[in-house]
């Protein structure tokens, strides 16, 4: 209805144009009128023209109206303040949008409004060192979302995992998994301070004793000796450092990396099913250690270097990122002649420019402020586009239960896990719970909230709409009744109660919120809508009968039913969460 009544303003407008000779380039846009009882929509074009037209802008309004075309989907427009022109829509313009969506199903609210662009989503990329946890959680529930929602929108949408896989990180877990399995062994010791502690570990520790035996043990004496103290004697980072390079002499760098490999694999294992349980699926997962083999990185420090976007100072290599919008030069190679996580940055991004994705949407913690400008600016130095990186950071969720903050037992004693989340709550409530608030506010996750069967409990709520219907085609079924979408708008007319006007209206907005979520990459404003969706329609549901003796009043509710259940199922699947047949 919205592109409608666009479509009308613009051949006013157009009018106008000719009209006064004026060169009119201000947009036909209309809005949701604030306040039903103004009407449907509002548009402000007369306020925007008025000084250019050289009148005022409730004149310039009353001129506008005269010009719009006549349609049988208004009913009325009116002139409201100081020129804002209100459209009230017709009853047909409702009964039409039900037949729409009766019409086109699971394809209502989906637009071209991306054109194809191509955008590729990365989100969770957590470093592959143990299962995920409730932050996760949020990142990979809002991540799929707005990856549905762009996509629902027309864009060509690429989602993808940043795998970690090279780096300090991943050497300390190989280490970690190695004295594991030393001490499964029966090797005594005691495990490094900054070395991977939780049991998740075990049973990777015990695959590889499987695997090799004893093959790989080494005496304990002989790992610790001469290694700089540990934490709190110590420095823990460089005791841990030093176990790894004692590991690589002691094993060599076949057996190094066959253990380096089994942690990563194991884990990387663990993370995909998790995610796959909890519905969120990936086109690629990209490795972090391709980018050396692929040469991305060379390449982008001997453009770097080739553009004098580089220099050298204390024996590093610097990148001349403050030129470029940083707050500060970044170290691109060490004096020792290792490259940094900035430089694998800026050659992982020209990668995604150059397989040809025209927007780059990363998904981020909130701790990653510093990353976009450094970011923006290597994209920048390779001669690419910075606007082409859209960064937008996830704040933590908090668990709590019955009012107070909890820290569930985990079998790593560190931090509860997303599997024990969905364990406990459920997928569908996880994914709806997680999109409740904007990203950049903290999230306040209700255990007890999110497990009731209760109208307070969003998902039920929204999921006992969309189960009800399905009741009521049962009964149908059983009564020998029978229905079709055909019928059924054909018989709209029939419906003329405040609460079923309400329920189609509503209804209408659904592609507009869909267009306002995807663009503002903001999908709880899909689960807002849904509960508003929901509660008119348990109003409407609790004030009718639907299985009424008339055929043609039957035929006409059970569409008006049909097509919300169309809309909350559409919009549910857009944030992951499922449309139960009952309840």
């Not at 201000?26 to 809005?31: C, F, G, H, I, L």
């Not at 996880?430 to 306040?444: E, G, I, P, T």
């Not at 008006?560 to 992951?576: F, M, W």
């Amino acid at each position: 209805m919205k592109n409608h009544i666009e479509g009308l303003l613009a051949e006013a407008l157009s009018a106008l144009r000719d009209e006064l000779s004026l060169d009119l380039s201000v947009d036909a846009r209309v809005e949701r009128a604030r306040d039903p009882r103004h009407g449907d929509f509002a548009a402000n074009a007369a306020l925007s023209l008025a000084k250019l037209a050289g009148t005022n802008p409730r004149a310039l309004a009353e001129r506008i109206v005269a010009l719009l075309p006549s349609s049988e989907l208004v009913e009325g427009v009116s002139i409201a303040g100081p020129g804002f022109i209100n459209f009230r829509l017709s009853r047909r313009a409702f009964e039409r949008e039900v037949a729409s969506i009766l019409e086109r199903g699971t394809g209502y609210g989906r637009s071209g409004l991306g054109a194809g662009r191509r955008v590729l989503v990365e989100f969770v990329s957590a470093n592959p060192t143990g299962p995920l946890h409730v932050g996760h959680g949020r990142h990979a529930a809002y991540g799929a979302s707005v990856a549905n929602l762009l996509e629902a929108t027309g864009h060509a949408v690429h989602r993808e995992y940043y795998v970690n896989d090279a780096g300090r990180q991943m050497d300390i877990l190989a280490a970690s998994v190695w004295l594991r399995y030393l001490e499964a062994l029966g090797e005594e010791f005691a495990f490094p301070a900054n070395g991977y502690r939780g049991g998740y570990l075990q049973p990777i520790a015990d695959k590889l004793v499987a695997r090799e035996h004893a093959r790989l043990r080494r005496p304990a004496a002989e790992v610790f000796a001469g290694l700089p103290p540990d934490a709190p004697e110590g420095d823990k980072d460089e005791h841990i450092d030093a176990v790894v390079a004692r590991m690589r002499a002691l094993l060599g760098e076949d057996d190094y990396r066959a253990v380096h490999k089994l942690g990563l694999d194991e884990i990387l294992a663990d993370i995909r099913d998790d995610l796959a349980e909890f519905g969120v699926t990936y086109d690629e997962w990209f490795s972090e250690r391709s980018l050396t083999e692929l040469g991305l990185v060379a390449e982008c420090i001997d453009r770097l270097k080739s553009d004098r976007h580089a220099y050298e100072q204390d024996g590093a290599l610097w990148f001349r990122a403050s030129a470029l919008g940083d707050e500060k030069d970044r170290v691109v190679v060490r004096d020792n002649g290792q490259t940094t996580y900035i430089a694998s940055d800026i050659a992982y991004h020209l990668g995604k420019r150059q397989r040809g994705h025209d927007l780059l949407l990363d998904i981020l913690g909130a701790d990653h402020h510093g990353y976009v400008a450094r970011v923006r600016a290597g994209l920048e130095a390779m001669g690419e586009p910075g606007d082409s990186l859209e960064v937008r950071l996830v704040q933590f969720a908090i668990l709590y239960r019955g009012g107070e903050k909890v820290q569930m037992s985990t079998r790593s004693g560190e931090f509860v896990t997303l599997r024990e989340l969905r364990e406990e709550v459920g997928n569908d409530a996880a994914r709806l719970f997680y999109v409740l608030r904007s990203n950049d506010q903290h999230l306040d996750f209700d255990l007890e909230l999110a497990r009731s069967r209760s109208n307070e409990n969003p998902v039920y709520y929204i999921q006992y709409a969309h189960a009800r219907v399905r009741s009521v085609f049962r009964q149908l079924a059983e009564k020998g009744y029978e229905w079709s979408p055909a019928g059924g708008s054909a018989s709209l007319h029939l419906l003329r109660t405040d609460h079923e006007r309400v329920l189609m209206a509503s209804l209408g907005r659904f592609p507009e919120v869909v267009e306002l979520a995807a663009l503002n990459r903001a999908p709880q404003n899909v689960v807002h809508y849904l509960r508003e969706l929901a509660q008119d329609f348990h109003t409407w549901y609790n004030a009718e009968t639907f299985l009424v003796e008339d055929p043609a009043l039957r035929s006409a509710r059970l569409a008006l039913a049909e097509a919300t259940r169309t809309v909350i199922a559409n919009g549910l699947a857009l944030v992951g969460v499922s449309a139960p047949e009952s309840m």
